[in-house]
């Protein structure tokens, strides 16, 4: 079953290692096949240097295994709290990597501060609040979802115009059309991360970058007009 997506997630889970986003087994990418509203996604715990497309699990909008013999990722009830919210999203990665989480670990916001963080999100990378004591000791990842969730729809943030998100205290989540597209756009928040707390230290009154730019850069990549790169 969805043999062939399975090979694509086992990649992108894989692309986690190549761009130096994970340690151990400290990060997940699932894809959904919106046909079938079927989701595969990493095992849970399973080494990096050991995985298989056939370790891939299968689970639908309900948390349940369709097929595979190991347990899915525990944090597979946020990954579908994310599908059944966003319905334009078909990849959702997970990762701690270092700056962003130090930046979710703050409780911050990634603020805008230049052009390589404006070709890719419209607007500060946001980190939805801590969850609470009830929220953690019932569902937890699921909850972490619906937290996320809240932010998005507070602030009004499209997820494919801000394509990631921070949590406090807990790391990043990121969204793509599917989920190679996840996967660059958390590697993507690690380097805007980086970029941003040095930033900082450089310059600790540094202001965001003018609205006009990031409107620029933005829609140059991804506006009606967008002209960069080659014509398909």
Same mark, same amino acid.
């Given at each position: 079953?969805?043999?062939?997506?399975?090979?694509?997630?086992?990649?992108?889970?894989?692309?986690?290692?190549?761009?130096?986003? #994970?340690?151990?087994?400290? $990060? =997940? @990418?699932? &894809?959904? %096949?919106?046909?079938?509203?079927?989701?595969?996604?990493?095992?849970?715990?399973?080494?990096?240097?050991?995985?298989?497309?056939?370790?891939?699990? #299968?689970?639908?909008?309900? $948390? =349940? @295994?369709? &097929?595979? %013999?190991?347990?899915?990722?525990?944090?597979?009830?946020?990954?579908?709290?994310?599908?059944?919210?966003?319905?334009?999203?078909?990849?959702?990665?997970?990762?701690?990597?270092?700056?962003?989480?130090?930046?979710?670990?703050?409780?911050?916001?990634?603020?805008?501060?230049?052009?390589?963080?404006?070709?890719?999100?419209?607007?500060?990378?946001?980190?939805?609040?801590?969850?609470?004591?009830?929220?953690?000791?019932?569902?937890?990842?699921?909850?972490?979802?619906?937290?996320?969730?809240?932010?998005?729809?507070?602030?009004?943030?499209?997820?494919?115009?801000?394509?990631?998100?921070?949590?406090?205290?807990?790391?990043?989540?990121?969204?793509?059309?599917?989920?190679?597209?996840?996967?660059?756009?958390?590697?993507?928040?690690?380097?805007?991360?980086?970029?941003?707390?040095?930033?900082?230290?450089?310059?600790?009154?540094?202001?965001?970058?003018?609205?006009?730019?990031?409107?620029?850069?933005?829609?140059?990549?991804?506006?009606?007009?967008?002209?960069?790169?080659?014509?398909?």
């Amino acid at each position: 079953m969805l043999e062939a997506l399975k090979e694509k997630v086992l990649k992108a889970n894989l692309d986690l290692v190549k761009h130096h986003l #994970v340690l151990f087994t400290w $990060g =997940n @990418v699932s &894809e959904i %096949d919106r046909e079938t509203q079927l989701v595969v996604i990493k095992p849970s715990g399973v080494s990096y240097d050991e995985m298989k497309a056939s370790d891939m699990v #299968v689970v639908d909008l309900n $948390g =349940n @295994v369709v &097929e595979g %013999d190991l347990r899915p990722s525990s944090d597979t009830p946020t990954h579908i709290e994310f599908y059944k919210a966003f319905p334009g999203i078909g990849g959702v990665t997970h990762t701690h990597s270092t700056f962003a989480t130090a930046w979710a670990q703050a409780g911050r916001d990634i603020p805008f501060y230049g052009t390589t963080h404006a070709d890719y999100f419209y607007g500060d990378i946001p980190c939805a609040r801590s969850l609470t004591q009830a929220e953690i000791e019932g569902e937890y990842e699921k909850n972490t979802g619906l937290v996320i969730i809240e932010r998005f729809r507070k602030d009004n943030i499209d997820p494919l115009a801000v394509p990631g998100v921070l949590i406090k205290s807990h790391g990043v989540f990121a969204f793509g059309k599917d989920g190679d597209g996840s996967v660059y756009n958390a590697t993507v928040i690690e380097e805007v991360a980086k970029m941003a707390y040095l930033t900082e230290g450089i310059n600790p009154d540094v202001q965001r970058a003018d609205m006009f730019m990031m409107e620029k850069h933005y829609m140059r990549k991804h506006g009606k007009n967008a002209y960069y790169g080659q014509k398909k």
